[in-house]
């Protein structure tokens, strides 16, 4: 894009054309170029139950014919599957819309185009920033006349009022074949698997369906003006998705509370009352919980049934090592108990330590690597290690080479790159990717692989393996 000189501030970009942006990003070659980039290997699969892999035979074609809808405004998404992802006996779990690969495709081109045009409202942070940013700012504050509020917006996305938000889209966005793009896309259904075509129309969508590459950005766009207004009402303010902190002198955070349930209301949305328990408005002196995280100021740890939900995922890999070994040794004839003991370690370990793939940290250790509270990792330590005591197999006692909290807490905090922690990002080859996967038993000896086999058997153990270490990071136990 060629640059205008300004008088005072010397290069700058002229205004974004919409409409050339939208054709340069929804052209047939830009799609198909997103698609062998990010989506080619892709294990995850939508309702017409393709991945990556499968769809790649024909999306040449396939985009060709999906860029000239675009563009004349015939697309439609195909309904999104439906992933049910419990959160605690006491909540409904979140209902999560998976899309095809086509459809993601499309989606991640429109999250840029929106990124472009509403810079400001690109998520920059992950939960563990705004937890450092927190901490260091109530570290020094008097804790008797420092008040803090902690709440949540009750079912967010869900409550998210599609024409508003369109309005607001609108407002900023001229180009109308995006506008109705992205109507398309919130409108579309999320439906069980196995649903028939005909009761899709059954599934009406509310809000904004989660798990889209624009869910986030939409949800950010809605609470744009919110949150300029909460900024200046004289309180630290923090919102992240749902969850609302915000801290000062006692006046001013409960008159930000109450601004916040109106202008909340006012939109179709509605904070929980002081009275559900779920909201806190107290002096700093007293603990309070945000994240995942707990405050007993100065010590920073972790909620107790957070902690417990994560020794249960750990002790389950006890049990299923345990329980379905000798299973395994007969579905697996090239395994043996030696090479069983040493992949239930890998993958333990790995679970421990948290995991970097695509330049991003993964695990339950890496979520809460802000705490102070070291005294919480020892005793992790000791129970994982006392697990151990049900294993025959590895003489009742932890394993020399059993990794440790303690020191993960230290080098993904410190040291990422220093070998301590798993990182698929290492693993570039075919011939690579295979011995990682004979490692882990996911491969035999002496089975033939094509590279696009072995590729495809990788990607898939990737996104299982982070899947699984997303789902022990404390977002999902807010």
């Known amino acids: 894009m060629e640059l205008i000189k300004g008088p005072l501030i010397g290069m700058v970009p002229p205004p974004l054309d919409d409409d050339l942006l939208f054709k340069l990003l929804f052209s047939a070659e830009a799609l198909e170029a997103v698609f062998r980039e990010r989506f080619a290997t892709t294990t ?16 040449k074609a396939q985009f060709a014919v999906v860029s000239e809808k675009i563009i004349s405004g ?45 810079p400001e409202r690109v998520p920059k942070n992950v939960a563990s920033t705004y937890v450092r940013e927190l901490s260091q700012g109530l570290q020094s504050l008097p804790k008797d006349t420092t008040w803090i509020c902690s709440t949540d917006i009750q079912t967010f996305y869900d409550d998210i009022r599609q024409p508003r938000l369109l309005w607001l889209l609108r407002k900023r966005v001229s180009c109308e074949a995006v506008n109705k793009l992205v109507g398309h896309a919130i409108a579309t259904p999320t439906v069980p698997k196995n649903t028939g075509r005909a009761r899709h129309k059954d599934y009406v969508s509310k809000g904004v369906p989660q798990g889209l590459a624009i869910s986030n950005i939409l949800a950010s766009i809605f609470m744009q003006d919110v949150d300029d207004a909460m900024k200046d009402a004289g309180v630290t303010y923090y919102r992240y998705v749902d969850d609302v902190l915000m801290y000062g002198s006692e006046e ?47 010590t920073i740890s972790v909620r107790s049934s957070t902690v417990e939900k994560f020794l249960q995922t750990i002790a389950a890999k006890f049990s299923d090592y345990a329980h379905n070994k000798a299973k395994r040794l007969e579905k697996f004839k090239y395994l043996n108990e030696e090479r069983l003991n040493s992949i239930f370690l890998l993958e333990l370990n790995e679970r421990i330590s948290g995991a970097i793939s695509e330049k991003r940290r993964y695990g339950w250790i890496a979520y809460f690597s802000q705490i102070n509270d070291l005294t919480l990792l020892h005793k992790l330590d000791d129970a994982i290690a006392g697990m151990f005591s049900r294993l025959p197999e590895f003489g009742g006692k932890p394993p020399a080479d059993l990794k440790q909290l303690k020191r993960a ?42 590279d696009a086999q072995i590729v495809e058997r990788f990607e898939k153990y990737r996104k299982k393996a982070l899947a699984t270490m997303h789902a022990d990071e404390g977002v999902l136990y807010g």
């Open 44 to 59: 995850g699969k939508g309702i017409d139950r393709l991945n990556g892999f499968q769809f790649s035979a024909r999306s």
């Open 74 to 118: 015939r697309f439609r998404f195909s309904p999104y599957l439906e992933v049910l992802r419990p959160k605690s006996r006491d909540k409904k779990p979140r209902l999560i819309g998976i899309p095809t690969v086509r459809d993601r495709v499309v989606l991640h081109q429109l999250n840029k185009f929106l990124a472009a045009k509403f």
């Open 252 to 298: 001013p955070v409960r008159k930000a509370f109450a601004s916040l349930k109106k202008r909340l209301a006012y939109r179709g949305l509605k904070l929980h009352s002081v009275a559900s328990g779920k909201t806190h408005v107290e002096p700093l002196a007293k603990p309070f919980g945000y994240l995942g995280y707990t405050f007993c100021m100065p």
């Open 409 to 450: 807490f230290h080098e993904i905090k410190y040291k990422p790159l220093g070998g301590y922690i798993s990182n698929y990002d290492l693993i570039e080859s075919p011939a690579e990717m295979l011995t990682f996967l004979v490692a882990r038993g996911r491969v035999s000896d002496d089975e033939l692989l094509t």
